[in-house]
């Protein structure tokens, strides 16, 4: 009865430690944190509790349990392919049992990319030819959204990946399905333009890292979960008072970034991050599909539409004039341009983005090349001495 007991015991309060990180206060300790505690845990109830017992067990054998410990450390270095986190990593391995199992067993069916850039384009070549799957499609993207024929082409691209898909699927794309997605998007990206509303208030009450923590949750989780914890947080946000002043009002310009560390690291140095613009940010979600008529079409002009990527920006750059809106929306008052190493357009892009900034909006821009790995200290001193002279101009 005794051991029954203290299991129902160590049940309760495994429940109750896994509910602990919903709770937001618990949330904000960081992730990293509560497993070291968890792990700090577990080790001290092997060496004071368990081991101790074990030893007044007759037959016991410390050997043996030498040769698994050490069976499961040489396993773990063999098999996982990051043992700590991207930002603590100086080297990545992936040993040789890593590359069997992803050779042999995939977690995907299939793969679809579309277009943006060269590199896109090689990620696909890459994974087609190392990695292949059951089904695969490459959608082409229109290099110059800005023609005419744009649109109809895009159409007929679209129409061409849906009949691909039934073709593989085996199962009918229907108009009302269609029209349900479209709404299921629409939906997510309407949550996500008033999560962004929040953040032009005087003190918004979420920092420019969670922001991007939505926006990239929703290009991964299903749509309609991710709406779903949209409406709770949307519930929630208008009466959260942020731990920390707002401190200097700054726009993220440029390439794809998700790297949330980089955020904090900003955020933590006496400014908020209130707007953005790029690929994985606002840009993600900034405009709907308007449902006219044919929704092939619809979803083909929405994409022909959208808050452009330096290298779907010619002849005429619209993107300066969406920078300009944001810039005075959010009232910004410094931005850090950022891009990822051999991005080209974002490269070539980058001097006329400045230019706007500094010249025509007297905003002070701080420029940051992103590579694989970031070089932490070097950046926060960069930063630091941004902030400080922005300080001085404001």
């Known amino acids: 009865m005794a051991a029954l007991g203290l299991a129902l015991l160590a049940s309760l309060a495994a429940a109750l430690g896994g509910m602990l990180p919903v709770y937001t206060r618990v949330r904000e300790i960081g992730t990293r944190y509560l497993l ?54 100086e080297v990545h391995g992936a040993r040789w049992t890593t590359l069997i199992g992803i050779a042999t067993e995939s977690l995907l069916d299939g793969i679809a990319i579309a277009h943006s850039c060269i590199h896109v384009r090689q990620a696909f070549s890459s994974w087609r030819l190392h990695v292949p799957v059951e089904y695969d499609y490459y959608m082409f993207m229109p290099a110059k959204p800005q023609s005419p024929a744009a649109q109809v082409l895009l159409t007929r691209e679209v129409q061409a990946f849906k009949e691909s898909l039934e073709g593989w699927t085996g199962r009918a794309i229907t108009r009302g399905s269609l029209e349900e997605a479209i709404e299921a998007v629409n939906t997510g990206r309407r949550l996500m333009r008033q999560v962004y509303e929040l953040r032009k208030a005087e003190r ?38 942020l731990p920390k002043e707002t401190g200097l009002r700054l726009m993220i310009v440029g390439s794809e970034d998700d790297d949330t560390e980089m955020l904090r690291l900003i955020e933590s140095l006496g400014a908020t991050i209130v707007i953005d613009d790029h690929c994985t940010g606002s840009r993600h979600f900034w405009n709907l ?52 190493k051999f991005c080209d357009p974002h490269e070539l892009d980058n001097p006329v983005i400045i230019s706007l900034l500094e010249q025509e909006l007297d905003i002070p821009s701080l420029f940051l090349e992103f590579d694989v790995t970031i070089p932490v200290g070097q950046f926060q001193t960069r930063i630091e001495a941004f902030l400080e002279m922005l300080r001085l101009e404001v």
């Open 36 to 89: 070291g505690f968890a792990a700090g845990v577990m080790v001290s109830v092997g060496l004071v509790v368990m081991l101790p017992q074990m030893a007044k067990q007759e037959g016991a054998s410390f050997i043996a349990l030498a040769i698994g410990f050490f069976a499961l450390y040489a396993t773990e270095k063999m098999v996982t392919i990051h043992s700590c986190r991207e930002g603590e990593c």
């Open 204 to 241: 918004p009450p979420l920092t420019g890292a969670e922001a991007m923590e939505m926006a990239v949750s929703g290009q991964m989780m299903d749509r309609r979960e991710h709406n779903a914890l949209l409406q709770q947080a949307l519930v929630e946000l208008p009466g959260r008072v």
């Open 289 to 340: 599909v308007e449902l006219k008529g044919d929704p092939l079409a619809s979803i083909a002009a929405r994409y022909v539409q959208r808050p452009p990527c330096p290298q779907k920006d010619w002849e005429g750059r619209r993107r300066l004039e969406h920078i300009r809106r944001l810039a005075a929306e959010y009232r910004v008052q410094g931005a850090i341009v950022i891009q990822q």
